[in-house]
């Protein structure tokens, strides 16, 4: 009868064990089922946010591309405004320099006209 009870006993404490461990697992289970329910329906959700993303962009590769363009188009004005202003400062030295060739033109005629003078007085007075 003792072997009998001992027997009983640990067929119990086994099956006690193996109930809580089945509990247990019942547990995780329901969790990892409420986690999968959960991660599905965020994916759901990402999925609908992203391809209603992908309709909002529809069409703006286009708008990129012309904003794209517009950048190069300012790109070659500033370098259009920078060669002429390089050439307009050219201009200006050209400018600058042909006044002061005049200047030294109208110096050099009237010293030649005053030298013409002392020639030609001379010469009047010979005659």
Excluded: C
């Amino acid at each position: 009868a003792v072997v009998s009870t001992q027997s009983t006993g640990i067929v119990l404490r086994t099956m006690l064990m193996r109930v809580s461990k089945v509990a247990r697992l019942e547990a995780n289970y329901e969790a990892m089922q409420k986690q999968a329910a959960s991660a599905g329906s965020m994916n759901k959700t990402l999925l609908d946010e992203n391809s209603a993303l992908k309709k909002m962009t529809e069409g703006k590769e286009d708008l990129l591309e012309e904003v794209k363009k517009m950048e190069e188009l300012k790109d070659q004005v500033k370098a259009a405004e920078k060669k002429a202003s390089q050439s307009k400062a050219d201009a200006d030295a050209m400018r600058k320099q042909s006044e002061n060739l005049t200047m030294e033109y109208d110096r050099l005629l009237t010293e030649h006209q005053k030298l013409q003078d002392l020639i030609t007085p001379g010469d009047k007075k010979d005659d």
